[in-house]
C-alpha cells in the first residue's frame, strides 16, 4: 500500500475512533434506558390503560428527571401529567394526557434534533407599552407537513391580551412568515389546558395550519407578535416586569393533534417611568447602630422604574429634614451649594456670613471615584484641577461595613498615602462649623446611582419611634419608608421575609435568579423561600434552586431557604409548603411519590430529621386542618395575594393544634415579598411573614418558625408586640384566671380597630374612629367586605366577591375619588363621568377594600346611593362543594349625617353570607403608635387568645395566638 494512502487509511480510523469516544454519553442509566426503551415499545403497541398507567407514569417520571439534568429544555406541563396519574389515578384524560409526554419524550429521546432551534427579539421591552416581538423558528430535522402547522400558545399569568389576526390595524395583531414561498398559511385554533392554554380547562389558541407545501429543514418560520404593517400599534406588553416573559410556541408535525414545545425564549421587560419612592429600614435597632436606609425608585405597577431617575432626593426623619443624596462625581454647582446650605440652616447648622473667610460647609458628601485619586494629593483632595478642600478623615465604604465596589479590594485610605482604586465610593467629609448632634453622623453612599439606593451608616442615638420620608427636588415623586423602633438593648428583632413565592419553574413567570435579586433587592427581605409547585419541578430545577440559596444566603444579611409547595388537591391533604432548613439538606418528599398529607408526613420523617423541616399549609387549595404533625408544621398560613384567611387559622385552633401565624405573597411573577394585585385569584397585595429572633442567621429564623415566634401582616411592616400575662405570642402561659393582655402596635397608617379574639369568636375590641361631628367637606371612606369562610368543612374558601356599578351623590359634589388599595386597573378602578357620578369596581375576599371620596358642598342630608351590578364570584382554588356564585344587582342608600356620626352600615344578604359596605369619615391622621390592654377571667385550661390590628388604610396585622394553661401537642 502506497505510504499516503496508509497514512490516510490511519487517519480515517483515528477520525473514526475520535467519533466514536466524542459521542455523547446516553444521560440514561443502564437499568432506566431498558425501561424507558420497554415503555417505548409498549406504547407503540397500545395506548395507556388502566392496568399499566401507574407503572408507565413512574417510568415517565424517572425519565423526565434524567433528561432535566442534561440542562435541555423540559416540557412543561409532563411533570404533571405524571403526578395527575399517580396521585388522582388513571381517568380516561389523565391517561390520554400522559400518552401525549410519552409521545413527546420519544420524539426527544429518538430524534434530538426534530425541535430545530428557536430565537426571539429578547428587548428589554418597557412594561405596558406597544412593542413589535418576532420569534423565528428554524425547522429542524423533522418536516412540518401539510395538516401541520404551529400554535401560538399564552401563558395564562401574562396579561398581553387576546392575540389577533383579523384586524392588522388593531392592538395584538399576529401573522406569520416563512422563508420557503410554496408554503401557505391559514389560521386555525387548537384547544389546550395548563398553563399554556386554560388553567383549569381546555380554550382554544391561535394557529397557523400549514395547507400548502412543506416546511423542510432548515426553513426558517417567524412569527410577529404586534406587526404594525398593517397600522396597528403593536402588541400590548403586560403590565410587569420579567426577564423571562414567556411567549410559548407549539408544533404539530404532522396534523397528529401532538403538540411539541419549543423551549421558552428569554424575553425581557423592564418597568417604566418613575411614579413613587418606597423605603426600607429594620423595625428594630439598637440606640447607635449603624443601618441602612434603602430607597427604591418604582413605577405605577411597583417595577422598578426605569431612567431618569431624580438625581437629588430629600430625606426628612420625623418630619425634619435629615438630609440629601446627590448623584455626582464633581463639586456642587452654585445652585446646588444653595440647596445643600438650606438644608444645613434648617438642621440648625452655622453656615457663611457675607464678608467671612469660612467656606459653606459641605457637609456630609458621598463620591464615587472614576479615577484613582494622584498620590500627590494626600494633603488635600482635588477635583476637576481645583482645589476642593481638606478631609477630617477618607475612608472606604468597606471600612463603614458596607463592601465597595470592587468587594475583595483592600481598604484604602488617603492618610495612610495609599491610592484608592476606580470605583470605590470614598466618603469625604468637609471640617465641620459646629459638631453636628449625634443622631446625624453618619454618611451617605448612594451605593447604586439608579432605581435603588443605599443610605449607609446612619445611626440615632436616642430610643423611640423613628420615620423616613423622601421626595425627589421638585416635589413630583415622593415616599416614605416602613417604621423603625430604637430601643436601648433589644431582646429580639423583626425580621421580614416570604416563604411563599414562584417562578416560571412552576406556572408562574421569570427565572429562579431573579426571584432572588427580587427578594433581595428590590422587596428588601430578611428570608426568603421559593416555594416551587413539586407537580411542576424536575431534578435539574430542584438542584438550581438548592444551588442558588446555597449562593444566596450570607448569615447576618440575607437568608433563604430551599423549599417546595407540596400540590395536592385538598381531598387528600391540600396545599403545603416544605422549607429546609439547609440546601441541599436531602430528597424533596413530592406529590408525584407522596400523594395523601399523611404520607407527605412520613415521608418527611424518613428523610430529614423534623428539626430542620417547616411545614406550612395555606387556605386557598385548603390544608386539612384535622391533620397535623407538631414537630413538622407549627405554621399556618392565613393571608396571600388569594385573599385573607384568618378562619383557616382558627380551624386549626379549633381542632387543638398549637399553631403560629404567617403570611406570605403566593405571588407567581418572580416578586416575593413586595408584590402588587396581578388579577384572577391573586387579586390583592401579597402578605408578609415576621419572625421574631435574636439574629439574622440561618439557624435564629429557621428556629424562630420552629417555636412560633412570628405574626402575620398584609404586606405593611407594622410592629406588633403581645402578651398574656408576660407570655409571649406563640406560646403558652401557665394557667392563671386572671389574664392580662398587653401589647404595642406601631402602624404604618393610623391605627383603626385593636380586636381580641378568644376560642373564636371577637371577645373585645378598641376603636379609634375620627370625631363625630355633623357633615362636612372632606375625604369619606366607602369600605367594602366580604367573608371568605367556606360553608361546609374542608371545602376551599369562598371566591372573590365582585364589587362594580354606579355611585350617585346627593346633597354635595364629588371633588375627587381614589382607591386605596387599587393597584391593578385592569381589575379595580374608579371613573369620576361627573361632579355626582362615579363608576367604580373592585372585589374582596375575606378582608376590606375602600375608596377614598373626597366630597365638597356637603348638606346635613346628603347621601350616597351605590347601584351595584351583577357579578360572578372567581379566583382560583374554587370550593368544590359551594361553587361559585352570582351576585344579584342591587341598590344601596347610605346617609353622610349617619357617616359622620360614626359609620353608614349596609349589609347585604347572600345566601349563607352577610357581606357589608361601610362610610364612614376618613382617617387620615391619627395615633400611629398605640399601646393597648384587655383583661379577661378563665377557668378552663387551654384557651386561646389573638390579636388583629387593622389600620385605617385597610392594612392588617395578626398575632400569633397565646395559650393559657392546658397542655401542648407532642
Request: aromatic residues 8%; negative net charge; hydrophobic residues 35%.
Amino acid at each position: 500500500m502506497p505510504q499516503c494512502l496508509l497514512a490516510a487509511c490511519v487517519l480515517v480510523g483515528l477520525a473514526a475512533m475520535a467519533t466514536q469516544d466524542d459521542a455523547p454519553a446516553d444521560y440514561l442509566e443502564d437499568d432506566l434506558r431498558a425501561r424507558v426503551e420497554a415503555l417505548k415499545a409498549d406504547f407503540a403497541g397500545a395506548p395507556t390503560n388502566a392496568a399499566n398507567a401507574r407503572e408507565r407514569a413512574q417510568t415517565l417520571w424517572a425519565w423526565i428527571n434524567a433528561y432535566s439534568l442534561t440542562g435541555d429544555y423540559v416540557p412543561v406541563n409532563a411533570t404533571q401529567a405524571v403526578s395527575q396519574v399517580l396521585s388522582y389515578g388513571a381517568s380516561e384524560a389523565r391517561m390520554r394526557n400522559l400518552d401525549r409526554f410519552i409521545a413527546e419524550f420519544t420524539l426527544i429521546d429518538d430524534e434530538p434534533s426534530a425541535r430545530g432551534t428557536l430565537v426571539a427579539d429578547a428587548g428589554p421591552f418597557e412594561a405596558r407599552t406597544h412593542a413589535t416581538i418576532r420569534q423565528t423558528w428554524t425547522v429542524g430535522s423533522r418536516a412540518v407537513e401539510p395538516g401541520g402547522g404551529i400554535v401560538v400558545a399564552r401563558q395564562f399569568m401574562t396579561d398581553f391580551g387576546r392575540f389577533q389576526t383579523d384586524d392588522a390595524g388593531a392592538d395584538n395583531h399576529v401573522t406569520i412568515a416563512s422563508s420557503n414561498p410554496r408554503v401557505a398559511f391559514a389560521r386555525h385554533a387548537a384547544l389546550m389546558s395548563g398553563m399554556h392554554g386554560g388553567f383549569r380547562g381546555g380554550i382554544d389558541n391561535l394557529m397557523f395550519r400549514v395547507v400548502s407545501g412543506r416546511l423542510a429543514p432548515g426553513d426558517a418560520v417567524t412569527i410577529t407578535y404586534g406587526d404594525t404593517s398593517g397600522g396597528g400599534a403593536g402588541i400590548l406588553l403586560p403590565d410587569f416586569s420579567s426577564d423571562r416573559m414567556p411567549l410559548p410556541l407549539y408544533v404539530d408535525f404532522d396534523g397528529s393533534g401532538l403538540l411539541v414545545s419549543l423551549p421558552i425564549q428569554p424575553i425581557a421587560i423592564g418597568g417604566t417611568e418613575v411614579a413613587a419612592l418606597h423605603g426600607f429600614v429594620p423595625s428594630v435597632v439598637a440606640v447607635g447602630e449603624p443601618f441602612d436606609l434603602h430607597i427604591r425608585a418604582e413605577d405605577r405597577y411597583y417595577n422598578r422604574a426605569r431612567e431618569p431617575i431624580p438625581e437629588w432626593w430629600e430625606i426628612r426623619l420625623n418630619g425634619d429634614l435629615f438630609g440629601s443624596i446627590h448623584k455626582t462625581v464633581r463639586p456642587f454647582t452654585d445652585e446646588e451649594q444653595a440647596d445643600h446650605d438650606r438644608m444645613l440652616q434648617e438642621l440648625g447648622y452655622p453656615t457663611s456670613e457675607p464678608g467671612e473667610e469660612r467656606v459653606p460647609l459641605r457637609w456630609t458628601t458621598t463620591y464615587i471615584l472614576d479615577e484613582p485619586l494622584p498620590a500627590d494629593t494626600v494633603d488635600g483632595v482635588h477635583f476637576d484641577g481645583e482645589p476642593f478642600g481638606h478631609p477630617t478623615f477618607v475612608h472606604t465604604a468597606r471600612e463603614a461595613g458596607v463592601p465597595p465596589a470592587n468587594e475583595d479590594g483592600p481598604a484604602f485610605s488617603i492618610d495612610q498615602r495609599r491610592v484608592p482604586v476606580g470605583g470605590n465610593r470614598i466618603v469625604i467629609r468637609r471640617d465641620a462649623l459646629g459638631e453636628p448632634p449625634p443622631r446625624w453622623k453618619h454618611p451617605f453612599r448612594p451605593r447604586d446611582p439608579g432605581a435603588i439606593r443605599v443610605v449607609s451608616g446612619i445611626t440615632l442615638d436616642q430610643p423611640g419611634v423613628y420615620r423616613f420620608s423622601f421626595r425627589s427636588a421638585d416635589g413630583a415623586i415622593s415616599g416614605v419608608a416602613n417604621p423603625i423602633l430604637v430601643q436601648e438593648a433589644p431582646e429580639r428583632r423583626i425580621y421580614w421575609g416570604d416563604t411563599h413565592g414562584h417562578s416560571g419553574f412552576a406556572e408562574g413567570v421569570g427565572t429562579a435568579q431573579r426571584f432572588m435579586e427580587w427578594a433581595r433587592e428590590d422587596a428588601r427581605l430578611d428570608y426568603v423561600t421559593h416555594s416551587e409547585h413539586d407537580i411542576w419541578m424536575d431534578d435539574h430545577e430542584w438542584n438550581v434552586l438548592n444551588k442558588i440559596v446555597q449562593d444566596a444566603t450570607r448569615d447576618g444579611h440575607f437568608i433563604a431557604f430551599v423549599g417546595y409547595e407540596w400540590t395536592i388537591r385538598n381531598l387528600q391533604g391540600g396545599h403545603h409548603n416544605v422549607l429546609f432548613r439547609r440546601p441541599f439538606q436531602g430528597p424533596r418528599i413530592p406529590a408525584q411519590e407522596y400523594g395523601t398529607l399523611s404520607r407527605l408526613y412520613q415521608g418527611l420523617r424518613n428523610h430529614h430529621d423534623p428539626r430542620d423541616v417547616v411545614v406550612i399549609p395555606h387556605a386557598h387549595q385548603s390544608g386539612d386542618y384535622r391533620q397535623n404533625d407538631p414537630e413538622l408544621e407549627p405554621l399556618v398560613e392565613i393571608m396571600s395575594q388569594h385573599g385573607n384567611f384568618e378562619w383557616f387559622g382558627r380551624m386549626y385552633l379549633n381542632h387543638g393544634h398549637q399553631v403560629g401565624f404567617i403570611a406570605a405573597s403566593d405571588n407567581h411573577l418572580s416578586q416575593p415579598g413586595y408584590s402588587a394585585p396581578k388579577g384572577g385569584s391573586l387579586s390583592q397585595r401579597g402578605g408578609l411573614g415576621a419572625l421574631l429572633a435574636t439574629e439574622r442567621t440561618t439557624d435564629a429564623l429557621f428556629d424562630a418558625m420552629k417555636n412560633l415566634d412570628t405574626y402575620a401582616t398584609t404586606g405593611e411592616r407594622i410592629i406588633l408586640d403581645v402578651t398574656v400575662n408576660g407570655t409571649g405570642m406563640g406560646q403558652r402561659a401557665e394557667f392563671a384566671e386572671h389574664r392580662v393582655v398587653r401589647g404595642r402596635v406601631i402602624g404604618t397608617a393610623p391605627i383603626d380597630s385593636i380586636v381580641l379574639v378568644k376560642n373564636d369568636r371577637e371577645f373585645d375590641r378598641r376603636e379609634f374612629p375620627p370625631e363625630p361631628g355633623p357633615p362636612k367637606d372632606g375625604q369619606y371612606q366607602l369600605v367594602f367586605h366580604s367573608d371568605s369562610t367556606p360553608i361546609h368543612p374542608g371545602d376551599n374558601p369562598r371566591g372573590w366577591r365582585g364589587w362594580r356599578g354606579e355611585l350617585n351623590v346627593e346633597g354635595a359634589t364629588i371633588a375627587g375619588a381614589t382607591g386605596q388599595d387599587l393597584h391593578n386597573a385592569n381589575i379595580q378602578n374608579v371613573e369620576l363621568v361627573d361632579p355626582t357620578t362615579l363608576r367604580f369596581a373592585t372585589h374582596t375576599r375575606g378582608g376590606p377594600s375602600s375608596l377614598l371620596l373626597t366630597l365638597a358642598d356637603v348638606k346635613r342630608i346628603g347621601q350616597v346611593t351605590l347601584t351595584l351590578d351583577e357579578a360572578t364570584e372567581f379566583g382560583g382554588g374554587p370550593p368544590i362543594l359551594r361553587r361559585h356564585q352570582t351576585t344579584p344587582p342591587g341598590t344601596v342608600v347610605l346617609s353622610l349625617r349617619d357617616a359622620s356620626r360614626g359609620h353608614a352600615t349596609a349589609e347585604i344578604p347572600f345566601g349563607e353570607y352577610t357581606d357589608r359596605i361601610r362610610l364612614r369619615r376618613a382617617r387620615t391622621e391619627g395615633a400611629m403608635d398605640v399601646a393597648f390592654e384587655f383583661t379577661d377571667r378563665g377557668t378552663r385550661h387551654g384557651d386561646w387568645y389573638f390579636i388583629r390590628v387593622t389600620q385605617a388604610n385597610d392594612a392588617t396585622a395578626w398575632s400569633s395566638p397565646i395559650w393559657v394553661g392546658g397542655f401542648p401537642k407532642r
